[in-house]
């Protein structure tokens, strides 16, 4: 069975600071590992992914994440943070055996950024 | 490319109302998913579709729930005799095989239940 848990239901940093979001993941195969941001009312987007190769992946919006396998994590960074990047952030997990397949997401962060 | 599609974007019912909700996949995309999302919560996965077969359905989906997908092209999701508990938002992902692992997500169904 795949879990995720994100830490810290609620993070909140100051524009211009470094974003952190945390994701660790357990998976008794080899995964994929995704996160996807959620603007209220909205579907979600795909900030970046890991699938398979270079373990350090850079995505959208300058935001990137580093797959670590011996911790089993997968944490967001940013190195400076924007008003508009104040959202509903997921961390979800895949099975690479079946080609993706179901999406197991984590409970979500909610990030805040203070003028 | 028009992206995922959903509708109603909204849909208010009284307990015991049967609804359904439609989906249409990008096109050429040959999976199908169906999430559930209720408030500060993650994303929690209902059912998905390969072409047209149904090939797994979480234990969420109760007897209450159906969902089709004809043609292996646009899906639909029933719930029937709805209740308070299925206030959420619905949300409909696709995505091609052997081509990308992402799920492209449409932008969900909120079900109000009353």
């Known amino acids: 069975a795949q879990s995720v848990t994100q830490l810290g239901s609620h993070v909140s940093v100051s524009e211009g600071a470094l974003v952190l979001l945390r994701c660790n993941y357990s998976?008794?195969?080899?995964?994929?590992l995704f996160w996807y941001v959620q603007y209220p009312n909205q579907g979600l987007q795909l900030l970046l992914k890991?699938?398979?190769?270079?373990?350090l992946v850079k995505g959208i919006n300058g935001f990137e994440a580093e797959f670590k396998k011996s911790e089993t994590s997968f944490h967001l960074t940013k190195p400076s943070a924007h008003m508009s990047d104040a959202a509903e952030y997921f961390c979800?997990?895949?099975?690479?055996?079946?080609?993706?397949?179901?999406?197991?997401f984590g409970q979500g962060t909610e990030l805040s950024v203070k003028p | 490319d028009t992206g995922v599609s959903q509708n109603p974007r909204h849909k208010i019912t009284k307990r015991g109302q049967n609804v359904t909700f439609r989906c249409d996949p990008i096109?050429?995309?040959?999976?199908l998913y169906w999430y559930r999302q209720t408030l500060g919560q993650g994303p929690e996965f209902l059912t998905y579709?390969?072409?047209?077969?149904?090939?797994?359905k979480s234990r969420l989906l109760s007897d209450r729930f159906s969902a089709e997908r004809p043609k292996g092209s646009f899906s639909t999701l029933e719930i029937q005799r709805t209740e308070q508990g299925d206030s959420a938002m619905y949300l409909c992902?696709?995505?091609?095989?052997?081509?990308?692992?992402?799920?492209?997500f449409g932008p969900g169904t909120r079900l109000t239940v009353t």
């Open positions: 979800a997990v895949s099975d690479r055996g079946n080609q993706g397949g179901k999406l197991i």
């Open positions: 992902a696709s995505t091609a095989t052997g081509v990308d692992y992402e799920q492209y």
């Open positions: 096109s050429e995309h040959n999976r």
């Open positions: 890991y699938t398979t190769g270079a373990t």
């Open positions: 579709f390969q072409n047209e077969a149904q090939l797994e």
């Open positions: 998976s008794s195969v080899p995964p994929y």
